[in-house]
C-alpha cells in the first residue's frame, strides 16, 4: 500500500517571495505523482504530475516539482507567489491498479 | 465545454434517511470516480467506472453506499440509512482515458450535512 505525506498543515508567505510545499510517499514501486490545488468553492484542479517522464516536472502558473526518488519526495514550488496562489494544495499518489491517494494537504497563505 | 457538474450543491438530510447524490461528467469521458472529502482532509476514493461498469469499488465504506452509471453517463451515489458520520462533501471526477495517468476533472462537490 502506498501512502503521501504533507508535512506541512498550513504554510504562510509574503507576496512575490517563493513557495515551498512538501510531499513525501512511501510506496513499494515508483508510483505516479500529482499535485492538485483546491480554491475555496471551486472544484480540484491538476497543477502538474509526474509520470516517470522527466524528474523536473513543469506545471501552471509557474510551479513546478521535482522527483527524487532517493528521498521519496515531490516537492513542489514556485519563485514567486501571488495572492491569487492562497489556497490548498494536495499532493497524490498512484500506482497502477490501484487508487488515487491524497495527502492532508496544505493550506498556502500569500501575505500582502 | 461545460466542466463536471454535481447536484444538489448542498444536502442536509436527518440520520437514517436516504439519499442520492448525482453527477454529469464532461461529455464523451469514459472514467469517472467519487471521492469523500471530510472536513481538514484530502479526499478519499470511493470508486471508479469505466463506462457502465464499476471497475474498482474497494474504497466505499460499507454496503450503505452504492453507485450506479447504468448508461456511462451520469452517475449516482447512493447513501442509505445515513449516520453523522456520512458527513463530508462528495467529489466527482471524470477523464477521458482508461488509464489512471489521465488527468481529472473534479466537479465543485456536494455537501452532505446529516443531522
Known amino acids: 500500500a502506498q501512502s503521501v505525506t504533507q508535512l506541512d498543515s498550513h504554510v504562510s508567505v509574503s507576496e512575490g517571495t517563493p513557495v515551498l510545499l512538501r510531499c513525501n510517499y512511501s510506496s513499494s514501486y515508483s508510483p505516479s505523482l500529482f499535485w492538485y490545488v483546491q480554491h475555496p468553492n471551486k472544484g480540484l484542479q491538476l497543477l502538474l504530475k509526474?509520470?516517470?517522464?522527466?524528474?523536473l516536472v513543469k506545471g501552471i502558473n509557474g510551479f513546478e516539482a521535482e522527483f527524487k526518488k532517493s528521498e521519496t519526495s515531490f516537492h513542489l514550488t514556485k519563485p514567486s507567489a501571488h495572492m491569487s496562489d492562497a489556497a490548498e494544495y494536495f499532493c497524490v499518489g498512484y500506482n497502477y491498479g490501484q487508487n488515487f491517494v491524497f495527502g492532508p494537504g496544505t493550506r498556502l497563505s500569500v501575505l500582502p | 465545454g461545460a466542466g463536471v457538474s454535481q447536484t444538489p450543491s448542498n444536502k442536509v438530510t436527518e440520520k437514517g434517511k436516504y439519499v442520492e447524490l448525482r453527477c454529469d461528467p464532461i461529455?464523451?469521458?469514459?472514467?469517472l470516480y467519487w471521492y469523500r472529502q471530510s472536513l481538514g482532509q484530502g479526499p478519499e476514493f470511493l470508486i471508479y467506472f469505466q463506462g457502465t461498469g464499476a471497475a474498482d469499488d474497494s474504497g466505499l465504506p460499507n454496503d450503505r453506499f452504492f453507485a450506479v452509471r447504468p448508461e456511462g453517463s451520469v452517475s449516482t451515489l447512493k447513501i442509505q440509512r445515513t449516520e453523522r458520520g456520512d458527513s463530508a462533501v462528495y467529489l466527482c471526477?471524470?477523464?477521458?482515458?482508461?488509464?489512471?495517468?489521465?488527468?481529472?476533472?473534479f466537479g465543485p462537490g456536494t455537501r452532505l450535512t446529516v443531522l
Open positions: 461529455s464523451g469521458h469514459t472514467a
Open positions: 471526477a471524470s477523464s477521458s482515458g482508461t488509464g489512471g495517468l489521465d488527468t481529472q476533472y
Open positions: 509526474y509520470t516517470s517522464a522527466a524528474t
